[in-house]
Nanobody, 122 residues
Framework: QVQLVESGGGLVQPGGSLRLSCVGSGGVLDYYPIGWFRQAPGKDRDGVSCISGNDGSPYYVDSVKGRFTISRDNAKNTVYLQMNDLKPEDTAVYYC???????????????WGKGTLVTVSS
């Protein structure tokens, strides 16, 4: 059964860090690039970062460049999102999902996790 499960969210002060994990089962990480998305209250769900399936090339939207780092550990079937220097505007539910191509304008397809909440507040 293909499944994606996120973890690692929580409450953090501005300037703090969190590392999100996305664990894939059913071989999903073997076949697809994986993206991280976020949805703030009252807003649309937007892509944040993605990582390709073959060479691990990352892509970041401008708002998180230099602060977030995506990586994958194929042996652990896990994709990580290291988030540093967090800001209140990073507050959202974060989802991982399979994507078609990891590039500008990437979008989620087929398999989604249920999300993990990140709250950045003092």
């Amino acid at each position: 059964q293909v499944q994606l499960v996120e973890s690692g969210g929580g409450l953090v002060q501005p300037g703090g860090s969190l590392r999100l994990s996305c664990v894939g089962s059913g071989g999903v990480l073997d076949y697809y690039p994986i993206g991280w998305f976020r949805q703030a209250p009252g807003k649309d769900r937007d892509g944040v970062s993605c990582i390709s399936g073959n060479d691990g090339s990352p892509y970041y939207v401008d708002s998180v460049k230099g602060r977030f780092t995506i990586s994958r550990d194929n042996a652990k079937n896990t994709v990580y999102l290291q988030m540093n220097d967090l800001k209140p505007e990073d507050t959202a539910v974060y989802y991982c999902a399979t994507v078609w191509k990891c590039e500008s304008g990437f979008y989620g397809m087929t398999y989604w996790g249920k999300g993990t909440l990140v709250t950045v507040s003092s």
